[in-house]
């Protein structure tokens, strides 16, 4: 089981959700970046979402540095992070350990590790692991904003309710840096958190699709082929769980265009070199052009929901039923922009440091 990612900066993910402990082990970051706790904090906050719309499990989600960090900055050497469960009740998993949840992970996870796995509220495949990707990421967002990179991402559509698009890129991240539930449109935000609490009472759940934004990368970061600024960030993005989609740019409306309407012109900015539109995301042979980078993320319906479904015990190899018990999430897109917004750090702090070698985010 491969639980790393990434070439100069690498991320190993342990733990599972009804564990002691779960956590990450980050190695390759630069030194001397400032550790930032109150920002660590609201990150690791945001990941809790909202307590109406959101799983009943009430973790502290207190972040340990137990490694890589000293006075308060990075030394270069490996950071581990930890952070202890407590609020489990793993009981609610033991009489359903043999039948396979519907869109979980518990049928593979048996065809794969025969029966040792733990399957304790989804063990190790569990979005709760998302929870120190967030502490990780938390550091990376710090980096690259040391250099002038931003990243933010809002829910674009949930409910066939859709917001608006990015507008005024510092004005928009300053407000998603605010809110609880990353809307744009104030009634917007509204309706949404409606239609997730409409799901809610009913024992269902709800999907969405998820928009990220990146400003400040410079151009001629990636490479071609097999490790391009895409395929890299789609490699991190579909690492978390609920992401079963993503599209750059114009994505699959290119299918739709003209090359004509699909290029995106370029022209000169007094020293910079910019284009008109930017159907293309900012990147161009798999290489950063200096434009925002701009994705979305489809974000499937919480798997776990309180109606009766049809499935199968793979132990007996009969057909069955179940109703799933626990705390489950209604939606957990609004607790899933951080997660995105963290693992797009990690991945470009990767591709930064090495194009630009380790030292790069050393003050």
């Keep these: 089981m491969k639980n790393t990612f990434g070439n100069s900066l690498s991320v190993t993910l342990f733990g599972e959700s009804h564990g002691q402990a779960i956590g990450c082990v980050i190695d390759g970051i630069s030194p001397g970046i400032e550790i930032d706790k109150a920002f660590l904090i609201s990150q690791m906050e945001k990941r809790k979402g909202v307590n109406a719309l959101s799983t009943a499990r009430r973790e502290a989600d207190e972040v340990k540095i137990l490694s890589g960090v000293f006075e308060g900055k990075t030394t270069g050497t490996p950071i581990c992070l ?63 904003e040391s250099k002038g990179i931003k990243i933010a991402t809002h829910i674009a559509c949930c409910g066939g309710i859709t917001d608006r698009e990015f507008e005024n890129y510092e004005a928009d991240f300053k407000l998603l840096s605010e809110i609880d539930i990353p809307v744009l ?132 190899k009969t057909n069955e039923s179940l109703v799933i018990e626990g705390r489950h999430d209604p939606a957990i897109i609004h607790r899933a922009a951080v997660v995105i917004d963290s693992m797009t750090a990690l991945t470009l702090c990767d591709l930064l440091l090495s194009r630009f070698g380790t030292d790069y985010f050393k003050p």
Aim: aromatic fraction near 8%; charge should be positive.
């Design 82 to 144: 930890m952070i202890e469960n407590a609020d489990t009740k793993s009981k609610d998993y033991s009489k359903t350990k043999n039948l396979a949840r519907p869109s979980h992970a518990d049928y593979t996870a048996e065809c794969k590790y025969g029966g040792y796995q733990d399957y304790r509220g989804g063990g190790h495949f569990s979005g709760r692991l998302t929870a120190p990707l967030v502490a990780a990421g938390a550091i990376a967002l710090k980096a690259l």
């Design 185 to 316: 449109c104030e009634r917007k935000r509204e309706e949404i958190a409606q239609a997730i609490e409409a799901c809610r009472r009913v024992g269902d759940s709800i999907g969405g699709i998820l928009s990220t934004a990146v400003t400040g990368v410079p151009a001629g970061v990636g490479e071609p082929w097999f490790d391009t600024v895409e395929g890299m960030l789609s490699h991190a993005l579909f690492s978390v769980p609920a992401v079963k989609g993503v599209e750059f740019g114009a994505g699959f409306d290119f299918s739709k265009m003209t090359g004509s309407q699909a290029n995106d012109s370029f022209y000169i900015d007094g020293e910079n070199v910019k284009t008109k539109t930017n159907n293309n995301a900012g990147i161009n042979g798999g290489i950063t052009n200096g434009m925002p980078i701009l994705f979305r993320c489809a974000v499937k319906p919480t798997p776990s929901i309180y109606k009766k479904q049809e499935t199968v015990n793979f132990k007996e």
